[in-house]
């Protein structure tokens, strides 16, 4: 059963989803998800964990703007650039469960995991701050994404790459929706040149995580299904600095954050906010296993 729309689906029986509304099939349905030859489907799993929690953990942020956003016309932008990325993570999610073959899907892994079990980057789950930090967080985090999913558009895995090519034009925008913002806040008056300083240097002690390489990444990026992030940094840095000259604005001189025994958050090594986070997200489902509406 499908429907344009969750509202539709709500005053309909059928196929009830926890994390995406009522009446939604399986993303990938009617899709050869064959894991491809040579390619280790535990590690290919892995990977789209990767980029499906850092896409839902930072569109469950985003969601935190509703009635928040200082217009109503950012109102929408953010909830749209939410509702993106949770339909990316639904997609990497539900690969990851055709990838790993134990029958689990999107929802089993969005709302039965707990917080070691995560692989997202610390970045998506900070605390919200006011939104100098939003935009700044998001310039940062599109800016990376872009150039990851370009890159992935050439995977070996057919599902993969067409799931990049989908993102590539969601996160075009993005990126440009929270440029033109930090321009616009940099470039204005003395308090708002201040806030987004101020939201720069809150998220910058994370940016050293996301070109971290992990194992995973290594040996699927020497099979040429993944992304090396280490070899991002020159692009991101690029488009930053035009970012930033066009803010006058500077980049922020601090230190990475480092992990816990060189364990981060594609370790499942999280922030004190990921366990907070997750017990809102996953607190209705959790509370009444098995239950649809």
């Given at each position: 059963m499908?429907?344009?729309n ?67 016309e ?5 909830a ?11 997609l ?8 790993e ?10 709302f039965s ?41 050439g ?33 204005g ?21 996301l070109f ?15 992304v090396d992030?280490?070899?991002?940094r020159a ?24 992990g ?8 499942g ?6 366990g ?18």
């Open positions: 499908s429907f344009d969750a509202y539709e689906a709500l005053t309909e029986e059928g196929d009830a989803r926890w994390a995406f509304g009522t009446g939604f099939e399986d993303p990938l349905s009617g899709v050869d998800t064959t894991v491809p030859g040579g390619v280790d489907g535990a590690a290919l799993a892995a990977y789209c964990l990767m980029l499906g929690d850092d896409a839902l953990v930072l569109s469950h942020r985003l969601q935190e703007w509703c009635t928040r956003a200082p217009e109503l950012d109102e929408v932008a953010i749209n650039i939410g509702l993106d990325l949770l339909g990316q993570a639904r990497l999610l539900a690969r990851a469960g055709k990838a073959g134990r029958g689990r899907g999107e929802d089993d892994y969005a995991r707990a917080e070691h079990e995560f692989r997202n980057v610390r970045l998506v789950e900070l605390e919200r701050g006011d939104f100098g930090e939003l935009v700044a967080r998001l310039l940062v985090f599109a800016t990376w994404r872009l150039a990851l999913l370009q890159r992935l558009t995977s070996r895995d057919p599902v993969l790459a067409a799931i990049a090519d989908k993102g590539v034009k969601e996160v075009t925008y993005h990126r440009d929706y929270a440029a033109q913002w930090v321009v616009r806040l940099g470039d008056t003395d308090h708002s040149h201040q806030r987004v300083t101020a939201g720069l240097a809150a998220v910058w002690p994370y940016v050293a995580e971290t390489t992990h194992p995973v990444e290594e040996a699927l990026a020497a099979d040429g299904v993944g992030p280490a070899g991002l692009e991101f840095d690029a488009v930053l600095a035009q970012v930033f000259a066009a803010a006058t604005l500077a980049e922020p001189d601090a230190a990475p954050i480092a816990v025994s060189n364990r981060t958050g594609r370790d090594v999280h922030t004190e906010a990921m907070f986070l997750l017990a809102e997200l996953q607190s209705v489902a959790r509370a009444m296993p098995g239950s649809t509406w």
